[in-house]
């Protein structure tokens, strides 16, 4: 079964999902917190499940080994992105800060 939650990531890239993709790998963008990744989605006000959609989208475009972080204020995506990468072999960090629900996903297949 997979471990989706809790898992530490060592390939760090970025990419803003909104604004293209960072293919020269120059520059990694941080999310504030000290966690690098490639995509950087902000699902913020708005509610499930288009946070979801939207990080399944970027998961789509994403490489094997690349990190999402996803931003989100609607604690139902808690549940909903649990449950959708229970489904899967991706991994997931999460954290809850200041009523925002940050996740880390990487890209396992």
């Known amino acids: 079964m997979p471990n989706s939650e809790n898992s530490d990531f060592d390939d760090n890239r970025e990419e803003k999902i909104d604004v293209g ?3 020269d ?3 990694h963008l941080d999310d504030g917190i000290g966690e690098k990744h490639d995509y950087n989605i902000d699902a913020t006000n ?5 946070p979801l959609l939207k ?3 970027a998961l789509n475009q994403a490489k094997v080994g690349e990190v999402l972080f996803v931003r989100v204020t609607d604690p139902v995506s808690e549940r909903d992105f649990k449950a959708y990468l229970k489904m899967t072999n991706h991994q ?3 954290k809850i ?4 629900y940050l996740y880390w ?3 396992i297949d």
């Not at 800060?97 to 925002?100: A, L, Q």
Request: net charge positive.
């Open 25 to 27: 790998n120059q520059q």
């Open 21 to 23: 993709r960072n293919d």
């Open 92 to 94: 997931m960090k999460m």
């Open 105 to 107: 996903i990487k890209k």
């Open 55 to 57: 990080m399944k989208q």
């Open 97 to 100: 800060e200041n009523n925002e």
């Open 46 to 50: 708005i509610n499930c499940p288009l």
